[in-house]
């Protein structure tokens, strides 16, 4: 076990910045991650941060945030990963773990999750088991009703197994987790 208090930046590429939507879930995520013994900064890239070099050597693990806009992830983000393309490979991000939690309306969100997983990877970091998080507001209505099929939805409080799962990994312990799922009947006729 690796006690050293560890570094985590959040990257928030949403269009929202600081009062978006997805402030929420990263709202929520520090309430999870002060939980743990760590130091953590959080960057809106919508304000275009000049000294994230120096930031992202300072991290030891990550979290990448965005809605969803047109099936995409925010500008912000995109002008994140087209000026951070020349640190790929390099101990800025090499063996690093990163979450990533989306937000969205209804639809593309889980591609737009996969795809910046998979980018996030090919740049260097390293992505946790069950560190992927999507939340829309079909979602968030849904859940204030009862339903049976609650437990195959993710909800804000997915995100403390998030941000376990990323300590985990940057603690190098593998004491990973998973958020409940219908394990029972998955195929179930629902409508
Ligand atoms: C220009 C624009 C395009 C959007 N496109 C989608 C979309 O394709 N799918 C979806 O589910 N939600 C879409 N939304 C809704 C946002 O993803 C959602 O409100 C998200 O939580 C915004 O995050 P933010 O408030 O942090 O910027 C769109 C919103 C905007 C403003």
Partial sequence: MNNKT???LILNGSLGGSNGNTSVLIETALKYLKKHDVEIDIFHLE?????IKNKLAWADAFVFTSGTYWDSWGSPMQYFLETSTQYEASDLFLFKPASVMISMHSVGGKGVLSRLQGVLNTMGL???PMSGFVY??????????????????????DIEIIIHNLITAVKHEHDFKAWP???????????
Wanted: charged residues 25%; glycine residues 2%.
């Fill in 6 to 8: 560890k570094k985590i």
């Fill in 136 to 157: 829309s507001l079909a979602t968030h209505l849904s859940l204030e009703s009862n339903n049976e099929f609650h437990d195959d939805f993710w909800s804000l409080t």
């Fill in 126 to 128: 390293s992505i946790p």
């Fill in 47 to 51: 304000n275009n941060p000049n000294n």
């Fill in 181 to 191: 799922v219908d394990r029972k009947d998955p195929g179930r006729r629902w409508l």
